[in-house]
């Protein structure tokens, strides 16, 4: 398993504070957390991602400002991959279903002809290639 896989429910709190920002002080994600723990503790935190390789940083006069090194779309689709392996054998169509059976997960008539497209280009690229 590589360093990226796993992320402390701390850490995944700052990821979803950092990505939205594009990037952060320690001051501004102890601000937007809630039941944030002590500034060292979320600068510690902070200093653990970018030692796997989830944050780079830059000095900005006296506090650095940290950013994430993959692009949130990027790293969604490998957290997605890493789920689906783990929970559903790698098999979209189980996680689809489990999502879909959950009483919560209300799809939209426009979600749903959304879906219904993305499924047809992908039988298109799949008879093309």
Known sequence: MDKHSDLSRR??????IIFPLGQA???????????????TSVRTLMGILEDKGHLKHFKSGREYVYRPTKARKRAG??????VISTFFD????????AHLSDP????????RRRLADL???AKEQEKSS
């Open 119 to 121: 499924i047809r280009q």
């Open 25 to 39: 002080t320690v001051s501004e994600v102890v601000d937007a957390m809630v039941d944030a723990p002590t500034r």
């Open 104 to 111: 919560g997960a209300k799809l939209t008539e426009q979600q």
């Open 11 to 16: 850490e995944r709190q700052i990821m979803d």
């Open 77 to 82: 689709r490998s957290a997605l991959q890493r």
């Open 90 to 97: 790698g098999s979209l169509e189980q996680a689809v279903a």
